[in-house]
């Protein structure tokens, strides 16, 4: 009864997720849809603005959470420093002129911004240039900070290959990052002058600076990450090297080793024959001496005994 009811389970579950598999896709593309809807009902001019100083308050509220994220990879936050730049402290002002611009003003920039159909994909666009995993990551890390914690580098030095190689930047991930900047920088400079005020024009100018930032943020990854491969490069060649010497010489001592073997070969069988050749000669210079010493006794002895007689 207990494996009947596991494997009713489990065939309810598969069946959901098949489901779900079929379902997701037009459940993301119905809510895409939904979205341009409402954003289109906000942009119209007859529509009460104050539903457009909440889109607008959201849309800096999105770009001010990217730039959050960025600021927690050290090399950036180490650039931004360098460069004396503040997004947030930007972004957060121009939150702040929304809460209290006036609806005329809110009504010059909606007509402003209608002009630019794609502006409220800026902070989405930028925020999906961070690869999922290091996304997760720098979530991880902003988490922590705002929780009281206090994030420490992986290394030593600001540029760490780790955020370098896990961000995964590429020059296309460049490419789109401009892309957004210069249309919103398109869109700040569309800001009319004489109809606004300079306080007006702050948060413009906040989200062209946010589309800047995305971009240096992604070149200094991209730059880490080639350091970081041209370092593993030269340790790849420098291993190679290595091995052909030590190849080299092992080779020479091989080589080494099999030349005084044959020297010492030919060596011994020379003084082989050498004394080969000496063991003759004494013995043919011992034979030579035995025959006249063998004479001259023959010869003693016969005169010896002529004698006698």
Same mark, same amino acid.
């Given at each position: 009864?207990s494996y009947?009811r596991?494997?009713l389970?489990s065939?309810?579950?598969?069946?959901?997720?098949?489901q779900?598999a079929?379902?997701t896709?037009?459940?993301a593309q119905r809510?895409? /849809?939904?979205?341009q809807? !409402?954003?289109?009902?906000?942009m119209?001019?007859?529509?009460d603005v104050e539903?457009?100083?909440?889109?607008y308050t959201?849309y800096?509220?999105e770009?001010?959470?990217?730039m959050?994220?960025?600021?927690?990879i050290? /090399?950036?936050?180490?650039?931004?420093?360098?460069?004396?730049?503040?997004?947030?402290?930007?972004l957060?002002?121009?939150?702040?002129?929304i809460?209290?611009?006036?609806?005329e003003?809110?009504?010059?920039v909606?007509?402003?911004?209608?002009?630019?159909?794609g502006?409220?994909?800026a902070?989405q666009?930028?925020?999906?240039l961070?690869k999922?995993?290091?996304h !997760?990551?720098l979530?991880? !890390?902003?988490t922590?900070?705002?929780?009281g914690?206090e994030?420490?580098?992986?290394a030593?030095?600001a540029?760490?290959?780790?955020d370098?190689?896990s961000?995964g930047?590429?020059?296309t991930?460049i490419?789109?990052?401009?892309?957004f900047?210069? %249309?919103?920088?398109?869109?700040m400079? %569309?800001?009319p002058?004489?109809?606004?005020?300079?306080?007006?024009r702050?948060?413009?100018i906040?989200?062209a600076?946010a589309?800047?930032?995305?971009t240096l943020?992604?070149?200094?990854?991209?730059g880490?990450?080639?350091?970081?491969?041209?370092?593993s490069f030269?340790?790849?060649?420098?291993?190679?090297?290595t091995?052909?010497?030590t190849s080299i010489?092992?080779k020479v001592?091989?080589?080494k080793t099999t030349?005084?073997?044959?020297v010492d070969?030919?060596?011994?069988t020379?003084?082989?024959?050498?004394?080969a050749?000496k063991n003759t000669i004494?013995?043919?210079?011992?034979?030579?001496?035995i025959?006249?010493?063998t004479?001259?006794?023959?010869?003693?002895?016969k005169?010896?005994?002529g004698q006698g !007689?």
């Open positions: 009864m009947l596991r494997s389970v065939l309810v579950i598969l069946a959901c997720l098949t779900l079929f379902v896709p037009a459940l809510a895409k /849809a939904s979205g809807e !409402r954003l289109s009902r906000v119209d001019p007859t529509t539903e457009f100083r909440q889109e959201n800096m509220s770009l001010e959470h990217v959050e994220l960025f600021s927690e050290p /090399a950036v936050r180490k650039r931004l420093m360098e460069n004396g730049s503040n997004p947030l402290q930007t957060g002002e121009a939150k702040l002129w809460v209290s611009a006036s609806p003003d809110l009504r010059l909606r007509a402003t911004y209608a002009k630019f159909p502006w409220r994909d902070p666009g930028l925020n999906a961070i999922p995993e290091f !997760r990551e979530e991880f !890390r902003l922590k900070k705002k929780g914690g994030f420490v580098p992986l030593a030095t540029d760490n290959c780790a370098g190689i961000a930047v590429t020059n991930d490419s789109i990052a401009k892309a900047e210069l %249309g919103l920088t398109a869109v400079e %569309g800001f002058t004489d109809a606004l005020t300079i306080a007006a702050i948060a413009p906040a989200a600076a589309a800047q930032i995305a943020t992604l070149e200094t990854l991209k880490i990450k080639d350091d970081c491969n041209g370092d030269e340790q790849a060649i420098q291993s190679q090297v091995s052909s010497t010489l092992n001592d091989a080589a030349i005084v073997d044959k070969a030919v060596k011994t020379i003084v082989d024959k050498v004394e050749a004494a013995a043919k210079v011992d034979a030579n001496a025959t006249p010493m004479t001259l006794d023959a010869i003693r002895t005169s010896l005994a !007689r």
